[in-house]
């Protein structure tokens, strides 16, 4: 079994801080390439799982601030940008599980398409199932096709946008602050499934890097 490690990178600390201070965005993007290259590569390496695991499980024990500092500002069709969106939905599952079940729950019945099905929801699916959701299709990312496990995100993200529009529709007379909101949120989900999506795409031609 691979030794245990509590960080999504192994960098020595010189290499960390320069990583962190760098005011260079060449370098920056050089390296949040090559510690997220590296790090899907070690954690698909370890059989046994416990790698993933943790990965899966990092974001909520030690906050996204420290994920967003290696990938948050990578271009959106690229392995580090792809892997900070998943981060992000995962974050946002776990601050407001209630809000994500009842934005699936509406967009799964307003969505015209497969997409509930491929997101793997059950029906109907509470905060607990969403956020089992998202932690499964993170850890597919890291243990099984890659390219699958983005095309779930991006799946999972349409069916939240269509359910954050039609609920921001029902509070546009009466809570129009709320509604500004949603349709907001709708909007960034939106455009997270269209980056998923093309960086499947590109995983699967050998082009994301």
């Known amino acids: 079994m691979p030794a245990p490690f509590h960080r999504p990178v192994r960098l020595s600390p010189e290499t960390f801080d320069y990583l ?3 005011h260079d965005p060449a370098e920056q993007t050089r390296m949040a390439h090559a510690t997220a290259s ?55 599952i776990h601050a407001d599980a209630s809000l994500a079940a ?13 997409d509930a099905l491929v997101a793997g929801a059950p029906v109907p699916a509470g905060p607990e199932e969403l956020v089992g959701l998202i932690d499964t299709i993170l850890h597919g990312a890291f243990s099984g096709d890659f390219a699958i496990a983005l095309e779930r995100a991006a799946a999972f993200c349409r069916v939240q946008a269509s359910g954050a529009t039609h609920v921001a529709d029902d509070y546009e007379h009466t809570e129009p602050a709320r509604a500004s909101e949603l349709t907001t949120r709708a909007s960034r989900l939106s455009a997270y499934a269209q980056d998923l999506t093309a960086s499947a795409g590109a995983w699967r031609d050998g082009s994301l890097n």
Not at 43 to 66: F, K, M, N, P
Not at 70 to 90: C, D, E, I, N
Not at 102 to 114: A, Q
């Open 20 to 22: 962190l201070g760098s």
């Open 38 to 92: 590296a790090l899907l590569t070690r954690v698909r390496a370890d059989d046994s799982g416990v790698s993933a695991e943790r990965l899966v499980a990092y974001a909520t024990e030690h906050g996204i601030d420290e994920v967003a500092e290696l990938w948050a500002k990578s271009p959106a069709v690229s392995l580090p940008g792809a892997l900070w969106r998943l981060y992000l939905l995962q974050a946002s």
């Open 102 to 114: 009842l934005l699936h729950e509406r967009g799964r019945i307003e969505l015209p398409s497969v």
